[in-house]
């Protein structure tokens, strides 16, 4: 068996754990990140996309929320290819109560943030998709937030200080001896062999598996699992995310995310923190909340719903769902339960991240005896790509496919366009529901942690458009086939992709979604010979 | 944004049936077709109004996407907006500001149209113009009528049918084929009906087709609102370009949300107006006979309007016509974009099906009810090309209408 060592592993590829990847690096610690899926396998990749400004936990949670709007302050500076300035609207409606907005108002400004009453008139005719009925709306500084784009940020920033990533590993025990963490071990998820790696501590960052995890070192930690489902449309319904003011509930906020909007959520109690299959009924909900502020939203193409596990911290209550705090808890396990070497961070939001990483480390390097000061909000993640070179992206892939493309690769762009100015068939569109070029394609399967078209797609958002992988999946298997993990059974690596789009789209089949899915059976089953939809 | 147009977009499946029946997505690569352009970019364009692919300005207008697209989505009209975007940030050259003002053109040219017509005979000046301007050398130009239509138009006295025509010509048989309106009086004075005509703007289309959507949409205006006027006093309105037709019909509607619903009723192709006249058993079908084969071919902006072939039912009533269908879609001129040098091998290579057709059914004369059309197939064909409207018209009586 294979043997590692390094000074810390971090347990978990989401927000969190590369947060704190990239934050050791920078402090100059070595560390090894371990996540048994593609980075982004858990919850980071599976929720509502918003950068909070706080306006939503204001009234009950005020430390949250003057969290959530320092963080929030932060990312647009260090990530501004991965923030999308829109602003936010608080609505209210005729059956809201009308004394929370009061409540509501001054509440923000005790948090420190900045909410603006706009004329209700003005703001129906810039967004006509909103009821007429709204009554009262705020201006605050929400924005949408791109997950996947943060942590290939947090991962590329690390790696270039020397930290390293092993995707598809699964930590299966933590080693300890004289109460103290010793390494951990590892199983690599596509081949199933074995590897362990020595270290002197260990953090988990296992999101909704945390209890999982702990249980792993003989520890228990409560990790409430509360599943959250959303629902993608085809098209961007407003341009500013919309929050229905109103104590916060199911079905109340909008957020238009690059091409699509999501609309969420919902919040149930599970057992199984792999439990991601969005409920039919869930999906049906959402649309009935929703309507109250998008009226015509039946009317409306919806092309998947996806569901995420919340992880919630409560040390010891039975409590669940939407009472349970979106605070974060760093637990020192030396402190609490006498091993040395570990610890957990649990609870949180994806906005909170970078704080929790600057905690946590500064705990971890504390205990290492490393007194290097956390650097993160200062350095930015990537570096602006220049104008001329966006300049020359445009000439290869147009304007939205340079501009995507750009803030999605960062300091890589300029590959991605050379590669294309060499080689015009490179600048082909590949994906055109998502405009993505075959340059960047082979950029994402050269990368070194692209073992499926899954990952590929994380990387670069191919399949994610309207058609869901119908179209360029096996426009983009044929390109790559000279890919060794791309040179084996086509017909399995379709399958395995389109099942997982399909899992998605299966609760909204009806109207357009239903025609796309049969020319999608049409041409899977007829013209390719292959299974149906499971 | 209208939620008809948030619903058109989201209706596209991304079947690709329109990028397969795209003329110039068949000849070339240098445009990203209808898809991508239209309803694909339409989703960044919520986002970023910008992202338009360059390409744009390889669309045709020719609206076959529209014709074919299974789901109902207004994929020509997108396209439409985006190149008025791309030209508003990005500016249009001269040449094409030239050509988009075909009204304009044609009144100068009235200073002098056969000064004109030499002038856009003469080689050196054709190179000059290609080099200068970017205006094809190699394209035949249209020729300019020594007279306008307006001028040589008198209205015959005719006995009262109590039918109020008015006639809204275009420029193309204003300035270059009054002969067409002509014709188009004879066979409506052939059943005693008068026909009223008037200044009109130009539709508008050329503009459109290059992106200059602000004074299209003037324009647009204030055709409305004279044809409403004309509407009120219980007058149908004819037309015989079928390209002025579908913008005053659809693309007022479609791009600049102008209510075109009482034309949908009150303004009819000049062939639909007579099958109106044939099925209430008042057509006069005193035609003399005509012992002509010619081969016909139907505009695309005809095929939009979708209407079918309103002149193959009128036309088979003349006796010894015989009418073969060429069937070999769009001619590839569209209007100004053959004209321009980067776009005129395009035009050419779209055009081969119907030099094609013309070549295997042997035919000398063909028919056609658009004048952009029947310039690009005498230039690709060297064959005579007349408006159908021409032949009915030597079928009511003595005149000489065929011969040009
Ligand atoms: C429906 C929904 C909507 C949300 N909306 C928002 C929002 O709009 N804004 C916001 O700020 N927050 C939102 N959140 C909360 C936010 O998404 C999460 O708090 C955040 O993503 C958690 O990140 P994480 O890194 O802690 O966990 P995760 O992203 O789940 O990462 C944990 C990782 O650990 C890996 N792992 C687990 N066990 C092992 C093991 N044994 N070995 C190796 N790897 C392992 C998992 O595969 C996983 O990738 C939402 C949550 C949900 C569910
Ligand atoms: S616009 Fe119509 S024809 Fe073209 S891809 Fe979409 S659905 Fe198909
Ligand atoms: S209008 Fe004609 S040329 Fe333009 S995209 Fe449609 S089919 Fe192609």
């Known amino acids: 068996m294979e043997t590692d060592k390094v000074q810390v592993v971090v347990i978990g590829g989401g927000a969190t754990g590369t947060g704190i990847l990239r934050d050791l690096a920078l402090r100059g610690i070595p560390a090894v990140l371990v996540e048994q899926g593609d980075l982004a396998h858990g919850t980071s990749s599976r929720f509502h996309g918003l950068l909070h400004s706080g306006a939503r936990y204001a009234v009950k949670d005020k430390e949250a929320a003057r969290e959530c709007i320092e963080e929030n302050m932060i990312l647009r500076r260090i990530a501004p290819n991965c923030v999308e300035l829109t602003g936010g609207l608080f609505v209210q409606l005729p059956e809201d109560d009308p004394q929370y907005a009061d409540r509501w108002i001054t509440a923000c400004a005790e948090a420190g943030i900045n909410c603006e009453e706009i004329d209700v008139q003005e703001l129906i ?18 924005c949408a937030v791109d997950g996947f784009r943060i942590l290939w940020g947090n991962v590329n920033s690390a790696r270039r200080y020397g930290a390293r990533v092993l995707t598809y590993h699964r930590v299966s025990a933590i080693h300890q001896s004289n109460g103290r963490v010793t390494g951990v071990e590892l199983i690599n998820q596509l081949n199933g062999q074995k590897r362990s790696v020595e270290c002197e501590m260990v953090i988990n960052a296992a999101g909704p598996w945390g209890g999982e995890v702990a249980a792993m070192a003989g520890l228990e930690v409560n990790v409430i699992k509360d599943k959250g489902t959303l629902v993608a449309y085809n ?9 229905r003011l109103r104590p916060p509930g199911d079905g109340d906020i909008f957020v238009p995310h690059g091409t699509i909007t999501i609309l969420g959520t919902t919040s149930t109690t599970v ?34 719903a996806f569901a995420g596990v919340r992880p919630l911290y409560q040390e010891n209550s039975a409590a669940g769902g939407r009472s349970v705090t979106r605070n974060f808890a760093l637990l020192d396990h030396r402190q609490r339960d006498g091993l040395a070497g570990m610890v957990s961070i649990v609870g949180g939001k994806f906005t909170t991240f970078r704080l929790m990483a600057e905690k946590t480390v500064d705990l971890v390097a504390s205990q290492l005896g490393v007194n290097a000061p956390c650097r993160t909000a200062r350095e930015p993640l990537t570096a602006p790509v220049s104008e001329e070179l966006l300049e020359r992206g445009k000439k290869v892939f147009g304007v939205p496919g340079a501009k995507k493309a ?41 990368s070194g942690d692209s073992f499926t078209l899954g990952d590929i797609r994380r990387k670069t958002r191919m399949g994610m458009g309207t058609c869901q992988g119908t179209f360029c999946s096996y426009r983009i298997l044929g390109a790559l086939s000279g890919y060794p993990q791309f040179a084996g059974n086509h017909r399995e690596y379709l399958t395995k992709f389109l099942q997982k789009r399909w899992k998605g789209m299966r609760p909204v089949l009806w109207g357009q979604q239903l025609r796309e899915a049969q020319l999608s059976t049409g041409i899977y089953c007829t013209l390719f010979a292959m299974e149906r939809m499971r | 944004m209208s939620s008809d147009h948030r619903l058109a977009l989201d209706n596209c499946i991304k079947c690709s049936i329109c990028v397969s029946h795209c003329p110039v997505a068949r000849v070339t690569d240098k445009f990203a077709g209808p898809k991508q352009n239209g309803p694909d970019l339409e989703r960044f ?38 190149r008025g975007e791309y030209v508003s940030l990005h500016g249009a050259p001269l040449r094409d500001k030239i050509l988009a003002r075909v009204d304009r053109m044609g009144r100068a040219a009235r200073l002098a149209p056969s000064l004109v017509n030499r002038l856009a005979g003469l080689r050196p000046l054709r190179l000059l113009a290609e080099k200068m301007l970017g205006i094809s050398a190699a394209m035949t130009m249209p020729r300019y009528a020594k007279k306008t239509f307006l001028e040589l138009y008198k209205p015959k006295n005719i006995g009262d049918t109590g039918r109020k025509v008015l006639y809204y010509p275009g420029c193309y048989v204003n300035y270059n084929a009054p002969e067409v309106g002509l014709a188009l009086a004879e066979v409506l004075a052939h059943n005693n009906i008068r026909v009223e005509v008037e200044q009109f703007d130009c539709c508008g289309l050329p503009l459109i087709a290059n992106g200059l959507l602000d004074t299209a949409r003037d324009q647009a205006k204030k055709n409305l609102a004279k044809l409403q006027g004309y509407i009120n006093r219980g007058y149908d309105i004819v037309t015989t370009c ?11 509607r479609e791009l600049f949300q102008l209510n075109t619903d009482p034309l949908h009723e009150k303004m009819l192709d000049v ?3 007579l099958s109106v006249l044939l099925q209430q058993g008042k057509l006069v079908t005193r035609f003399e006979e005509l012992p002509l084969q010619v081969g016909y071919h139907q505009p695309c902006h005809l095929k939009a309007a979708g209407c079918g072939v309103p002149s193959r039912e009128i036309l088979q009533l003349i006796p010894g016509l015989r009418v073969a269908d060429l069937d070999a879609g769009c001619c590839g001129l569209a209007g100004t974009y053959g004209f321009k040098k980067e776009k005129y091998a395009i035009s050419q290579a779209i055009g081969r099906n119907v030099f094609n057709a013309v070549k295997e059914l042997g035919v000398r004369q063909v028919i056609s009810e658009c004048g952009m059309c029947q310039l690009q197939i005498h230039h690709l064909t060297g064959v005579a090309v007349y408006h159908p409207l021409q032949v009915l018209a030597q079928a009511c009586g003595p005149g000489k209408w065929l011969a040009k």
């Not at chain 1, 098209?235 to 929050?243: C, D, I, K, T, W």
């Not at chain 1, 991601?276 to 919806?302: A, C, D, F, W």
Request: aromatic letters at 6%; one cysteine or more.
């Open chain 1, 125 to 142: 005719k810039k967004n006509p998709v909103l009821s007429p009925n709204v009554t009262r709306a705020f201006k605050v500084p929400d």
């Open chain 2, 45 to 82: 364009r919520l986002e970023e109004p910008a992202a338009v692919h360059p390409s744009i300005g390889y669309c045709t207008n020719c609206k076959g996407c529209d014709v074919v697209c299974p789901s109902g989505v207004a994929v020509s009209a997108m396209n439409c907006r985006a």
């Open chain 1, 271 to 304: 057992d199984n923190p792999g439990c991601t299959k969005p409920g039919h009924n869930e999906v049906l909900e959402l649309i009935k909340i929703g309507q109250e502020m998008v009226p015509e939203l039946e009317s409306y193409r919806l092309i998947r």
């Open chain 2, 242 to 252: 079928p390209s002025c037709h579908l913008t005053l019909r659809q693309e007022y």
């Open chain 1, 406 to 446: 750009a803030e999605r690769l960062g300091d890589s762009f300029a590959q991605v366009v050379e590669q294309a100015e060499k080689n015009p068939d490179k600048g082909r569109i590949f994906c055109e529901c998502e405009v993505v070029s075959l340059a960047e394609i082979e950029h994402a399967a050269h």
């Open chain 2, 271 to 273: 062939f639909e107006y």
């Open chain 1, 235 to 243: 098209h961007r319904l407003m341009s500013m995310v919309v929050n």
